[in-house]
């Protein structure tokens, strides 16, 4: 252990590192062991305390993993090529959603408006945000103010509290905002058009807590008139199979990150795929590195589960699940 008295006066526990950039205190103490970072001293109980380099450092591993990049890759990184590579990354992400967006049109949000959305998060101006997501969604639709404004915004609010421009708590009332708005719009939705299967079910693994990828996906799942029945985040297994059973629903859809540990991801979908009937199926989202290169998601009947890399992908899985049960349902009539 360092124990330099030339760091920061400014001193954060263990708690306040968790707290501020969502790595777990097991994950610290491993990483300590494993890496030789984070370097904390020790305050005259004993207890550990970290300055504000090693927090700013921690904030940018959190997103570079988050990202896709494993831990051993990016944890003993000095604080020089961390940002580098988090440059490098953010270049490749804003890439990533403008191929992956729908053409731009007229109508679509410009890059200026999200900005001003960011100021007035910024201002801690709430209602404001709340009532500017609000116009952009009647203007343009749910579909376009996920993909264009949404996820967009997700990015700049990421970087901007990984620079230290945005507090935890400014980035959590972003995620409040959000997430009240995208419900409030799954609600409209559902009442007007009826509903049609599938039954969706939608959760995560413990060990994952973020949930706004998820409620993204519900959102896509509304606009195609399935019923939805979210659980929340880190839903035990045995849960969400006693949960399948009670409700009959036909699929599982499990949000991740790459911050969750593969080995567990991989082995946890097992578990469940082991517990629920061969017609209940597993759709994964997220960017969970070890999903994007299984080749058990894929979409054979016989697949563990299949990977939707993309918000854009449900649609043509829920229209796919709909024409195989057309197809098989008629042939079940004339047998009995």
Known sequence: ??????????????????????????????????????????DALGER????????????????????????????????????????????????????????????????????????LHRYDGRSLRLALTRTLEEQGLARLLLEGVAPMNALVGDAWLAGRLGVHQEH???????SLLRQAISQVNLARPLAPPRVLLTTLPGEEHGLGLLM??????????????????????????????????????????????????????????????EVKIWTGGNCPALLRSPRSDVRASAPFQHLARLQDIPMAVTLWRSLVQTHTPAQRDDS
């Open 217 to 278: 996906a519900e959102c896509f799942l509304a606009l195609e008139g399935c019923e939805t029945l979210p659980l929340g985040v880190q839903t035990p297994v045995p849960d969400i199979v006693n949960a399948v059973s009670v409700s009959g629903a036909h699929i599982v859809a499990l949000g991740f990150t790459a911050a969750q540990n593969p080995r567990d991801a991989l082995g946890a979908l097992e578990q469940l795929r082991s517990r629920l009937l061969p």
């Open 49 to 120: 305390r970290y300055d504000d380099a090693q927090l700013e450092r921690l904030r940018h591993i959190r997103r570079l993993i988050d990202a896709g990049h494993r831990p051993g890759q990016v944890v003993p990184l000095p604080r020089e090529a961390l940002l580098e590579l988090n440059t490098q990354t953010g270049a490749r992400r804003i890439q990533t959603v403008s191929r992956r967006a729908p053409a731009a049109t007229p109508a679509s949000a410009p890059s200026e408006e999200i900005e001003v959305w960011l100021q007035m």
């Open 173 to 179: 009332l972003y995620s409040e905002i959000v997430q």
């Open 1 to 42: 252990m360092t124990n330099s008295s030339s760091r920061s006066a400014t001193w954060h526990t263990i708690a306040d590192i968790e707290r501020d950039t969502g790595l777990s205190k097991d994950t610290l103490r491993v990483w300590e062991r494993r890496y030789g970072f984070p370097d904390p001293e020790r």
